[in-house]
């Protein structure tokens, strides 16, 4: 349903009075009224327009016809050709959807496998999206196919988990367990494979046991069996959206309210911490790949939101931080002209965009849309 907020703008009117011995400026408040169905026709439309390369089937690295393909970020591009796809089911989307199988898998050497556990995921995340989207085959076939290859990452150092990548089995992250359970996750719920199930909740117990600090909800980084040291230094805000959607999966399958508070605590500690204290908008985590990770956490967030089990003074505490946000990054941190994001979205950026910013702001203009109206 399309999101409408109001909000007020001060205009300042200066009439001159011949009779009046002081010329004071008159004030008035006029109502503002951002739709953002029509903010995200507008951003995901120039997703297209300006990423989307035709004749490679995939998307451009930046605004201005950089090639530098990169597999993971084509996985988000892709999400959010399919938000756009699933509302508004123009033709212009859902022939994207379809090209961008073909042209991503040439890219990746022909395969939809890659030596990084977490990039597979991503792509395999929206594949799935893409097929229950579209219902074309291939997408499905290439999503499970992907799936079982990631099974391959899964060993006992540091006890367990997904490793970030085939060559580096000592490396425990967080980007290669929480997309693991949320796919394994949302497999279960389509197939009803109980071996899925079981991946989600092994994998989901791994992460929590060993990455995830329940006092405080913060996901660190990663851990290194070699020297059995846990990155707690580097907590980003797609870490945190990944754990809190693998927590709501499995409230879903399970029904235990346990998996519903982890993903509170994952969100608390996001608007608490991951944030500039000054204006409340989430952190500025830079370009290149940091310039995604707060899309990745407003979907899974989004969905938290949407969640009818959520009690009501913690969605409108949610809702406000999200259309706070949203609505800093459209007034304040889009060049209207040019139609892009900042990678801080309180600040517009320069004339060259890299695709992972944008797309980040595309997720969370996507995102407003999901919400009912009051």
């Known amino acids: 349903m399309i999101k409408k907020y109001c909000f007020f703008l001060a205009a ?4 001159f009075q011949a009779c009046s011995e002081g010329d004071n400026p008159i004030v008035e408040e006029e109502e503002y009224t ?4 029509a903010v995200a026709d507008s951003s995901s439309e120039k997703l297209i327009i300006t990423y989307w390369n035709a004749a490679d089937k995939c998307f451009n690295f930046t605004n201005t ?13 892709l999400d959010v050709t399919i938000d756009a796809y699933e509302r ?6 859902l022939t994207t959807i379809n090209e961008w199988y073909d042209g991503v898998k040439a890219h990746n050497g022909n395969t939809f496998l890659n030596v ?15 097929y229950n989207a579209t219902q074309e085959t291939k997408f499905k076939t290439a999503a499970i196919e992907v799936w079982e290859d990631i099974q391959t990452g899964w060993n006992t150092n540091a006890g367990g988990g997904i490793s970030w990548k085939k060559d580096q089995p000592y490396s425990k992250n967080a980007c290669s367990n929480g997309p693991a ?29 060993y ?3 329940p006092a405080s909800g913060a996901v660190y980084d990663n851990i290194n ?3 059995g040291e846990t990155n707690t230094s580097w907590i980003f805000t797609y870490n945190q959206g990944t754990f809190l959607g693998a927590a709501l999966e499995l409230y879903k399958i399970t029904g235990e309210k346990g998996y519903l508070n982890d993903a509170i605590k994952a969100a608390d500690h996001t608007l608490n911490n991951l944030v500039d204290s000054n204006d409340r908008i989430l952190k500025n985590e830079g370009t290149g790949d940091g310039a995604l990770f707060k899309g990745i956490f407003i979907r899974y967030y989004t969905q938290l939101i949407l969640h009818p089990d959520l009690s009501e003074s913690v969605k409108k505490r949610y809702l406000t931080f999200l259309t706070h946000n949203a609505e800093t990054l459209w007034l304040e941190g889009t060049d209207k002209s040019l139609l892009l994001f900042g990678p801080y979205w309180k600040t517009k950026p320069g004339y060259t965009n890299d695709l992972n910013t944008q797309v980040s702001g595309a997720m969370l203009m996507e995102a407003m849309t999901l919400l009912p109206e009051e």
């Open 88 to 93: 508004t089911h123009d033709n212009l989307y």
């Open 211 to 213: 990455l995830f600090n």
């Open 12 to 15: 300042t009117l200066l009439f």
């Open 116 to 130: 990084y556990y977490d990039d597979m995921e991503w792509n395999a995340l929206a594949m799935l999206r893409a």
């Open 225 to 227: 069996s070699r020297t």
């Open 181 to 209: 359970a949320i796919l394994a996750a949302r497999l279960y719920q389509q197939f009803g494979d109980e071996a899925d199930k079981e991946w989600a909740l092994k994998i989901y117990d791994w992460e929590k046991e």
């Open 65 to 77: 016809g950089e090639k530098n393909f990169q597999y993971w970020p084509q996985a988000h591009a």
């Open 34 to 37: 951002i739709d953002w169905s």
